[in-house]
C-alpha cells in the first residue's frame, strides 16, 4: 500500500541486538539530521553512531528522509564510540536530543515530539538540564550563523510553555560559569519578550536578579548585547508575569472544583471561590472553553495572550515573593 504522504510516521530506532532504543511519531517532513538527533537523547552528547534505513546508510542530508517509506518504520542503530579531545568541542555533537534540535531552530519538532511522545519518553527527552536554558535562548532566532531578530520561532513559545511546566527546577537553574538563569539566557539571545514573560512567572525574582559573573539584570544582557533590544521594562514584565501567574493559579482552583462542576461555571465559580453573582458571572461569560480550562489549567493560546496584552500601570504592581507563591500551572 502506498505511504499515506500527508500523515504522521511512526519510527523506531533498533539495537543491532534487537532491543528498541527509542519510538517516536513525526512529521513525513522530518529531515535526517532531525532523526540523528532524537535518536541521540538516549546517549551522552559527543556519542557518535550511525542510522541504517532498509540496510542503506541514512544521510544526514535527506531531506525529507521518509517521504515516501511506509509506516512503523524501523532504523537501525550501529554500534557508537564516543569522541574524544578537539573532535568533542563541536556545537553539533550525535546525542542530546532536543537540545540539537532547538539549536537548529527546529523547535516545531520538538513540541510535537513531545506531545506525542510517552511519559516516560517525554522525561527522558526534558531531562537534559539545560534544554530550558536553549529553548529560552534560541526562541528569538538564535543560533549558529544566524543573528536573532527577537520574532518567535516557530513552536518556540509553545515549546517553552511546555518546559516550564514539565521541569520547572530548571527555571532557576544557574549556569555553572556564569551563575547567570534561563531569563538571563533568554536576554542575551534576544528572545521575544513573551519568553520573559513566561520565565519571570515561574521565577519572579529572576528580573532583578543580579547573582552571578559580572552582576547583571536579564535587561542588563539584552541592552548591552543587542543595541535594539526592546523587552518591556522589567516593572511591566514583572505585571504581565503576575497577571500570567494569577491566572494560572485561578485555573488551578477551578480544577480543585471539578465535582461541583455539573451545576454550571458560575454556580461553580460563585459557590467554590465567594466572589458573589456579578463577579461570578464576569469570569464565567470570559471562559468559553470550561472542559478544555478546567482539566487542562492555562492552555498555550491562553498563555500567549497574557503574555502579549499590556497590563495598565495605574497602580503600584505588588511584589511577588517566589517562595511563597504557588506553581503558575496551578
Known amino acids: 500500500m502506498a505511504a499515506a504522504h500527508d500523515e504522521d510516521i511512526e519510527i523506531s530506532v533498533v539495537a543491532l541486538s534487537g532491543a528498541t532504543i527509542i519510538e517516536l511519531k513525526v512529521s513525513r517532513e522530518i529531515t535526517g539530521q532531525d532523526l540523528y538527533d532524537l535518536a541521540g537523547s538516549s546517549f551522552a552528547p559527543g556519542t557518535v553512531f550511525k542510522l541504517l534505513l532498509q540496510d542503506k546508510l541514512l544521510q544526514r542530508d535527506s531531506d525529507p528522509a521518509l517521504k515516501c517509506v511506509p509506516s512503523p518504520v524501523v532504523l537501525n542503530f ?9 573532535e568533542a568541542d563541536g556545537l553539533f555533537l550525535d546525542g542530546g536530543g532536543l537540545c540539537n534540535l532547538v539549536r ?8 510535537a515530539v513531545l506531545l506525542n511522545s510517552t511519559a516516560a519518553l517525554r522525561e527522558e527527552l526534558t531531562a537534559d538540564v539545560e534544554l530550558l536554558s536553549w529553548v529560552a535562548y534560541t526562541s528569538g532566532g538564535a543560533r549558529q550563523g544566524s543573528r536573532p531578530d527577537g520574532r518567535p520561532v516557530p513552536g518556540a513559545l509553545r515549546l517553552l510553555w511546555e518546559m ?12 555553572p560559569q556564569t551563575g547567570k538563569l534561563p531569563l538571563h539566557d533568554a536576554a542575551w539571545g534576544m528572545a521575544p519578550f513573551q519568553a520573559a514573560v ?3 512567572a515561574a521565577a519572579p525574582a529572576s528580573v532583578q536578579d543580579r547573582r552571578n559573573r559580572g552582576c547583571e539584570s536579564p535587561h542588563d544582557v539584552g541592552r548591552y548585547v543587542h543595541p535594539g533590544f526592546s ?13 500570567l501567574r494569577s491566572a494560572g493559579q485561578l485555573m488551578g482552583r477551578l480544577r480543585s472544583l471539578l465535582p461541583q462542576r455539573q451545576v454550571g461555571l458560575q454556580g461553580c465559580i460563585d459557590g467554590g471561590l465567594k466572589l ?22 492555562l492552555i498555550p ?3 500567549l495572550t497574557l503574555t502579549s496584552s499590556q497590563v495598565p500601570m495605574m497602580q503600584p504592581v505588588p511584589k511577588m515573593h517566589p517562595e511563597a507563591a504557588p506553581s503558575v500551572s496551578g
Do not use: Y
Open 78 to 86: 550501529t554500534t557508537g564510540w564516543h569522541r574524544h579531545g578537539s
Open 104 to 111: 537548529r531552530g527546529r523547535h516545531k519538532l520538538a513540541h
Open 164 to 175: 516550564i511546566l514539565r521541569q520547572p527546577q530548571q527555571v532557576c537553574r544557574r549556569d
Open 198 to 200: 513566561m520565565l519571570a
Open 231 to 243: 523587552w518591556p521594562s522589567p516593572e511591566q514584565l514583572m505585571a504581565r508575569a503576575s497577571r
Open 276 to 297: 458573589g453573582l456579578r463577579a461570578s458571572f464576569l469570569i464565567a461569560s470570559c471562559l468559553t472553553d470550561c472542559q478544555e480550562l478546567i482539566h487542562n489549567g
Open 301 to 303: 493560546a491562553t498563555v
